[in-house]
């Protein structure tokens, strides 16, 4: 029995699109049995199996058996925690692909390299930023190159930064977010983006974090998906009232995150108190950066 354990991401963290993305300490969890003859996941809390045509996690480990031009094994995947919230920017997708990942190496003594492993997550969730944090954990900025290997660099933040993550009820596709996206962009929004991805990531690394609102401001896809979150506007603005240095859509949304002050309880309370009296029912998880990355164990 192999037993993987995923974080959830998350990803852009303002003007990085698609090439940044940090892991944060909630999980899903997936335990993993070879099943003679048959390909079925199971959903936290289902007896209803899905086939490999309709799941990320069988899709991303037959991905592997493709890879190293073998046959997949029957295989039984169940989900036996799921903190992650679905359609909510937290990387859900990355995690089901990282998980499908490890799990079909794992089942023939991990021959892929972990390399090897982003190339793939990368091909099948079409950018770097959730799954290669997921996979590997911590703050991360990756690049793409023209064949498709990842090259990934882990960002050390200074000590002192928490991630407050506001959840509404209601989710959203990614397809959705990126339909409202332009196809191309001016030289002043490509200058204000690079410029503060460069800010962002010397502000977090120097504990410099008096510079994160500045350095949070995007042109890329907040302003056209800021629209598509129901008080998005009003929430950043409890964020900010609250004591947040900054604010962010997290991935495609709808998850705001707000980085707090680490230990700021009183912040924190404040911020529930506030948001209890917006619509849309937001749920506040207080996250921190997860190192590690995914985790395997191997049972029996």
């Not at 996941?41 to 490999?52: A, E, L, T």
């Not at 928490?162 to 196809?183: D, I, N, Y």
Request: overall charge negative; aromatic content about 6%; hydrophobic content about 45%.
């Amino acid at each position: 029995m192999i037993v993987i354990r995923v974080p959830a991401s998350t990803a852009n963290l303002g003007p990085g699109f698609d090439c940044l993305g940090a892991a944060l300490d909630l999980f899903n969890e997936f335990v993993v049995e070879p099943a003679y003859g048959v390909h079925e996941f199971y959903w936290y809390g289902s007896d209803k199996g899905q086939s490999d045509d309709d799941n990320l996690v069988l899709k991303a480990l037959r991905s592997v058996f493709s890879a190293l031009g073998r046959s997949c094994p029957g295989v039984r995947i169940r989900t036996q925690r799921c903190d992650i919230p679905m359609n909510s920017g937290l990387g859900s997708s990355a995690s089901a692909i990282v998980a499908g990942l490890l799990a079909g190496n794992t089942l023939v003594d991990s021959p892929l390299s972990q390399q090897e492993l982003l190339n793939l997550a990368v091909a099948m969730e079409g950018h770097p930023d959730n799954v290669m944090a997921c996979l590997q954990g911590g703050i991360r900025a990756g690049v793409v190159d023209e064949q498709g290997n990842v090259t990934s660099a882990e960002i050390r933040v200074a000590e002192g930064l928490q991630f407050a993550v506001l959840v509404p009820a209601f989710g959203m596709s990614t397809a959705r977010a990126r339909a409202v996206l332009p196809g191309s962009y001016s030289i002043q929004d490509a200058v204000h983006n690079i410029s503060r991805v460069g800010l962002l990531i010397t502000a977090m690394v120097n504990g410099e974090f008096g510079n994160l609102r500045l350095a949070l401001q995007d042109r890329m896809h907040q302003p056209q998906r800021l629209p598509l979150i129901p008080e998005a506007v009003g929430v950043m603005k409890v964020c900010q009232s609250a004591g947040s240095y900054g604010e962010y859509i997290s991935g495609a949304g709808p998850a705001i995150v707000a980085l707090m002050p680490a230990g700021d309880q009183e912040g924190l309370q404040r911020l529930r108190t506030s948001l209890a009296a917006v619509p849309g029912e937001w749920c506040v998880y207080a996250l921190n950066v997860w190192q590690p990355g995914a985790i395997v164990e191997v049972n029996g």
